[in-house]
DNA sequence: CATGAATGAGTTTTCATTCAT
DNA sequence: TATGAATGAAAACTCATTCAT
């Protein structure tokens, strides 16, 4: 059991984790937060130095979390059958924990999720614009490729069309705005072919009705 | 040619632009604008009704650039050889526009790909904390896997490992923070064995050495 | 003639030493300074970084005002009858300058000598009783000297108190708070005859009517 | 021997001392006091009404000690030969306890004579460099006075320095700040008058080498 | 069209003070 | 008496936006 001032913080994170899921970090104000855990303003500045650092407990009290959720002693998948199946368990294990961290808290999932996080509705709306028609791209090619006869009708478009959006936005932040690979042009070609097999395989074109 | 008012927008848009990159939406100023385009700050007032209309106005350029970009009639792909190979140059296209719209200009790919765009550089350093988590677990778990020989030892890493991870995070955004598809318990067990799916094809899993 | 930037900064340091004049640094707020001027808080911050910032500019034009009003060409006074003379004249136009200085404008006044500066009226009258307790002994002992005949009883005790009060204040606050000397305690000893001498001097004792 | 509340109440005292002496009133917090003192802050509250109270306990107090330590019975200095010799023992007993008065304590004589007391450090600064101005000033005609010979090059310049300093700006709170006194133009040159010639007693000038 | 001084509502943050334990 | 968590009024400061020139 947490003792007064520990119970006070954690009260405090847990309302600042709806302001900020509902409006981002930018557009919620300390007094929404206040307003929310129903005391005074100066309380939260006697258990986080300002904003930002409320913020910031926030996100590292998530790391520990999902740390938690996921880790699991590899030991235990170990000695039971052959090592491919408890590869694949080992696998399944963490997807399966990493989407349950997700699903089980709509404010976390929106905090570390929103991918444009902190914008405001008007402006959150018009960045969706921009995936929306990546998506919708993505979603009309693979419609074609069933057309074709190239694509199993059975697949599932929405699944598959987030799985290659996701894919394709973190290769290109990861290659371009982090850039902690140097590439050079020739790198874009395989980095494009590399890609492409990725999305076949996932669409398991060219294997229709495979299974 | 553009006129001197448009060529005033284009210079406010591209300025914009540069400030964006470099502190997001919230963290830049109209008046850091207004010194990088070397104008007064009423100046941007002439061409935008205010600041959010600005950023709006430049993610709206942003979607017709892309469209621009990776539009291609399906005419030219087609009647020459068969199918299969004009999918898969049509696909290649798509992947290798998406990929050089970002990488031909930096700002546009910080402020579209920095996906807690907006937020100052303390706190983007601590949600990449929980992001470089997730991705060490990844890397960690397929360096495993080579270990034990269940995927290919010339494996890109760096390649697999934010593939996965950008389709683990979309997928749990669209369907746990977007929630346009409703889904019930059971959805999830499907969900992560789709997933892993996926994940087993991107990896190559169990079939190693195979190529 | 300023133009209109200057006037507005040369107006809001003149407001500004009206506040710090009636209620010292910690006590005038902003606000208090924006009604004087009758112009928008936000307008300060236009011309100072801060509050701090705008205090000390103020002190720094007292210091160029001051040294305009003081400084003079040596050479006015020389060439003009005997050294001692315009040694005296010189000497002279110096304390005549400084008081006319202080003298000329109240504010500027209270700002500079008010010794405990921005302590509030309750507190500001405390230390007065301090101060108030040291001028009385000095007084009457100006006056036993007097009944006893070793002070002339034609002297002004308000400003001989004054004097000899304001310089072992300060010889004091010199030795002990700045301590830019180092002293040991046999200085101590020479410390208090050397004032004993001044203050004799002041008070012209053991030679009254002497003039 | 002091009971435990009064023991309690002494303690913040000496602690208040330090807190103050440091940063003078404004920028002590309550908190620093409980801190150095090392009990809560509610304590404090129990014996000070507050802040202010205990400032203007810590003043009073000082009022007390230095008339205890000033104070001297009169009959101490009489009937001990003539009374121009206990005139003077007296004037230095004075002199001496005053001084030794602010020696002997450190925090006490930052209290009381930090003529700007009670504001930060960079606007104590600025303030400085007004009476440093003044002092410069003032010492820099001492030794124009020495190179010409109308002061003895015996003088000890820091003090003289001093005493005048302290005695103009004294006199100058007093007649133009305090204006305890009315005065008409016609006694600024009486004033002047008066000054010139205390400073002139001070300097001993035109009767250099004369002792 | 362009300017940039002026605005003031809105935020964060501070800190003396209270009061239930 | 002593505590220290909680308070909230009050202050500094910011910055998008306006508008007279």
């Known amino acids: 059991m947490l003792k007064k001032g520990e119970q006070t913080k954690e009260h405090i994170l847990i309302c600042a984790e709806k ?34 650092s409320l913020y910031i407990s926030l ?12 880790a699991l002693n590899l030991n235990d998948f170990m000695g039971q059958g052959i090592s491919q199946d408890y590869a694949r368990a080992y696998l399944r294990h963490r997807i399966a924990k990493t989407m349950a961290f997700f699903a089980e808290n709509q404010d976390r999932a929106n905090i570390i999720l929103r991918m444009s996080s902190g914008l405001n509705d008007v402006i959150e709306h018009v960045v969706r614009i921009f995936e929306d028609s990546v998506m919708k791209a993505i979603v009309d090619d693979i419609k074609i490729g069933q057309q074709f006869g190239h694509i199993s009708s059975s697949l599932n478009i929405d699944f598959a069309g987030n799985v290659i959006l996701g894919g394709v936005l973190r290769i290109s932040y990861f290659y371009f705005v982090l850039k902690k690979q140097n590439y050079n ?15 076949e395989n996932t669409l398991n074109m060219y294997q229709p009705e495979k299974n």
Chains 1, 2, 3, 4 share one sequence.
């Open 19 to 52: 302001a900020f899921s509902r409006k981002g970090y930018y557009e919620s104000q300390v007094s929404d937060i206040s307003k929310l855990a129903q005391i005074a303003k100066g309380t939260i500045y006697q258990y986080f130095r300002n904003k930002e």
């Open 59 to 70: 996100i590292e009290k998530y790391v520990v979390e999902w740390e938690n959720k996921v």
């Open 185 to 199: 042009i020739h790198d874009m070609d395989s980095l494009t072919d590399e890609m492409v097999k990725v999305i």
